[in-house]
């Protein structure tokens, strides 16, 4: 499976969805006006901009949520496989969150940031998970000589988070 992910007004953006609505695409919007349109396909992307990703892990359904936070984590090419290594070994516990409602594990195929989406019922929810115990097995490791935060080495710069509300 893979995921497109374009940027641009939320009037062109709308367009791309009613012209492909037979597609699973969907609108994320954070303030000031930033839109993005992201297509869930097994298919060729049908944007003629945008970012390509490989879908490395995925659980629940997109369409299920109304908040969408996107982990944005550069990784160099040496860095690659032991990133993804531990995300392959995750413990899981995400998926039994309250108001969770989707993952993907998206490998960059023309760059070489990784985005790791989660999907919530709204809000809320994600704020909610951050201060569960889940989360914080789940990251029990940042922080210590075994985290993978202390393989700056695998990391040219910092990650950085974004957020959108789902809005159709």
């Known amino acids: 499976m893979n995921v497109f992910i374009t940027y641009g ?9 009613e012209q492909y609505s037979v597609e699973q695409m969907y609108l994320l919007h954070k303030e000031e006006d930033q ?4 297509h869930e396909t097994n ?8 970012h390509d990703y490989e879908v490395l892990d995925a659980s629940g359904a997109i369409e299920n949520g109304e908040f969408a936070v996107l982990n ?7 860095g690659r496989p032991l990133f993804e290594h531990r995300f392959s070994q995750r413990a899981r516990l995400i998926e039994q ?3 969770f409602a989707a993952l ?4 960059p195929l023309g ?30 490791k940042r922080g ?25």
């Open 111 to 140: 760059s070489d940031t990784y985005i790791i989406l989660t999907v919530w019922k709204n809000e809320q929810a994600f704020k909610d998970w951050q201060s569960s115990k889940a989360y914080h097995e789940a990251h029990k």
């Open 9 to 17: 007004t939320d009037n062109y953006l709308r367009k791309i969805k």
């Open 35 to 38: 839109y993005a349109l992201l």
């Open 104 to 107: 993907r594990v998206l490998r």
């Open 72 to 78: 944005n984590i550069p990784v160099t090419d040496e």
């Open 97 to 99: 969150e309250p108001g």
């Open 144 to 168: 210590t000589a075994d985290g993978i935060d202390q393989q700056p080495s695998i990391f040219p710069r910092p990650s950085y988070v974004t957020s959108y509300d789902l809005i159709d």
């Open 43 to 50: 298919e060729e992307s049908v944007f003629n901009e945008g």
